[in-house]
């Protein structure tokens, strides 16, 4: 059973840093793709960030790159590391995994992820 468990939202400035984190505490032991997705106040869900099933390869939203890092520390962990934070990242980040039999694919949408978390908050204020 996937069980995805979010931490380490809050309140920060504008320009400062703050990192999430996603474990899966479900007994998973082989790695998947894992995402980030928020959803801002008024706003569709959008993507944020992707990575592989082995965490050897990463994808962004164009809004996000160079400011924002997504790795695995295991294979049921993913963490952002969100750099230079700006007052429209505001958000409910969600973590999402995809546990299909193919492994390889690494979707950008969500209808590409199956299990969800139920979302950290970060407010960056100005």
């Known amino acids: 059973q996937v069980q995805l468990v979010e931490s380490g939202g809050g309140l920060v400035q504008a320009g400062d840093s703050l990192t999430l984190s996603c474990a899966d505490s479900g007994r998973t032991f082989v790695g998947y793709p894992m995402a980030w997705f928020r959803q801002g106040p008024g706003l569709e869900r959008e993507f944020v960030a992707a990575?592989?099933?082995?965490?050897?390869?990463a994808y962004y939203a164009d809004s996000v790159k160079g400011r924002f890092t997504i790795s695995k520390s295991h294979a049921n962990t993913v963490s952002l590391q969100m750099g230079t934070l700006k007052r429209e990242d505001t958000a409910i980040y969600y973590c999402?995994?995809?546990?299909?039999?193919?492994?390889?694919?690494?979707?950008?949408?969500?209808?590409?992820?199956?299990?969800w978390g139920q979302g950290t908050r970060v407010t960056v204020s100005s």
């Open positions: 999402a995994k995809r546990v299909k039999e193919s492994r390889v694919e690494v979707p950008t949408t969500a209808a590409g992820y199956n299990y």
């Open positions: 990575i592989s099933w082995n965490g050897g390869t």
